[in-house]
């Protein structure tokens, strides 16, 4: 049976078709519809209408309550308490499954990804435009709505985690157009691209040793834009990590293996558990 | 039927008979025998041969693998990689439960005190002798080893969390007694007290705000012997947290309904639920 995945991001939307073995039928991007939740559901009615499929998953960003289908806050998008799976599932034929972009893509990861086989817990960090992380135990996500906003976190110095530990501030932060070109420059030795890259690395650290003494994660899948650095970013990462955490056990720190269509992946998932279960989350 | 609760802390025993409906039949304290767990065994099969129960519950401090019944460490016991369940349940003829301190007593406070009722994540911190926590999502304790230990994270200053955030470190940073002390002194005004008494909560606050952060607890359940104190360690928490945590929900904080009996009835939970499921953990 097929399944489509639908990932909403803040300009882009990504889809997917898989089959029973995920491997993929089609796949495609196109912008996400702006203002009206309501084009949403238009998107994802021509997708079903084009592509005929047995179910949807459906994820989106922000404080998601995924057993209510809502979503609470959204800024990207600039919906607050929108009752998306009602409205969505309102205007196609097939099941629809809803969820959280982050906690898609933490699915994805430990299903068929870079924590695959993991029993003990995993953290997902998603450093991007933001810093947003989900947690899996047990090989279950936890989905509290307010879990995993570790990017919002003030520090003592003042200002959110992710104003520094995300691609997007590491970028600013050393005057450069992205974290790609941030990355080229602290290997070319650039002063001001190490000190931001440095900066960065402290806090995206700080962040992952508190999540990891709180839940006694043994695996910490590193994804987002920033993750596409690797060792680079790793290797030092790993060793602060470390550092912070002292007696405790250290986790291991890999790259997710599904890069930026980790979530869309995760939709899929989510729309095959509900034709196996009958469970619509 | 009845059960006994055992709670084996660094120099005391806490053990408390209860029957079928939480009522204490019998409760005690004797010194925690030094050196061999053996000497543990002995004791728990003598409380057994006073008092026949029809289950006993075991928790112990430290990082502790409930699903393997192993101790990994315990710095105060001096064990390390101690097979506790296997070496007490050959002493005793009855059904034995095995867990670690902190988490019996979170779950003593989800089931019947100060988070009651609570459906959505739960931190439990122990302020003591050092600072520990134990998570509570959907109804159920984390149960990974290495969960919950939030004390032992590093400072960006230096030093250990708990070495600032605990009661014993209050005392010590003071240069009073105890704790209680501390609490009489800030009452009074004096400033040694004040300056340690801020210092604590702050650093208390940073711990619970990113535990907060990464499993959106709901309520924070603050025991051990510093949640004494009430509104003024309560009071200046709750606004630190919530100032920590900028857009995000701001926890509960609650003091602990269980004072320091919170792990030894957690030890009579664990028994309780061992004899409806007949699962031994």
Same sequence: chains 1, 2.
Wanted: glycine share 14%.
């Amino acid at each position: 049976m097929a399944v489509l995945g639908v990932d909403v991001g803040g300009t882009t939307v990504k889809a997917r078709v898989t089959g029973d073995d995920g491997a993929v039928l089609a796949q495609w991007r196109e912008p996400t519809p702006t203002g009206d939740p309501q084009a949403l559901a238009g998107l994802v009615r021509r997708a079903t209408e084009w592509y005929p499929v047995d179910a949807v998953g459906l994820v989106v960003p922000g404080i998601v309550d995924e057993r209510a289908g809502v979503c609470l806050q959204a800024v990207n998008l600039g919906w607050r308490d929108v009752p998306v799976r009602e409205l969505v599932s309102a205007s196609v034929d097939v099941p629809l499954a809803f969820g959280q972009d982050v906690r898609a893509g933490a699915l994805a990861e430990v299903r068929t990804g870079a924590a695959a086989g993991s029993s003990e817990p995993v953290l997902f960090a998603a450093v991007g435009t933001g810093l947003a992380g989900a947690l899996v135990v047990d090989g279950r996500v936890l989905d509290s709505p307010w879990a995993g906003e570790i990017g919002q976190v003030l520090l003592s110095g003042g200002g959110r985690v992710e104003e520094i530990a995300s691609a997007s501030a590491l970028a600013r932060h050393a005057g450069a157009p992205d974290a790609f070109t941030v990355a080229e420059r602290v290997r070319g030795g650039d002063g001001a691209a190490l000190s931001a890259w440095r900066e960065c690395v402290r806090v995206l650290a700080e962040s992952i040793a508190w999540t990891t003494a709180a839940v006694g994660c043994a695996t910490v899948v590193v994804g987002g834009g920033l993750a596409e650095a690797g060792a680079l970013l790793l290797d030092p990462l790993t060793h602060e990590v470390s550092a912070r955490l002292g007696i405790l056990r250290a986790p291991s720190l890999v790259r997710a293996h599904h890069g930026d269509a980790a979530a869309v992946i995760g939709a899929t998932l989510l729309a095959q558990d509900l034709l196996a279960t009958g469970v619509a989350r």
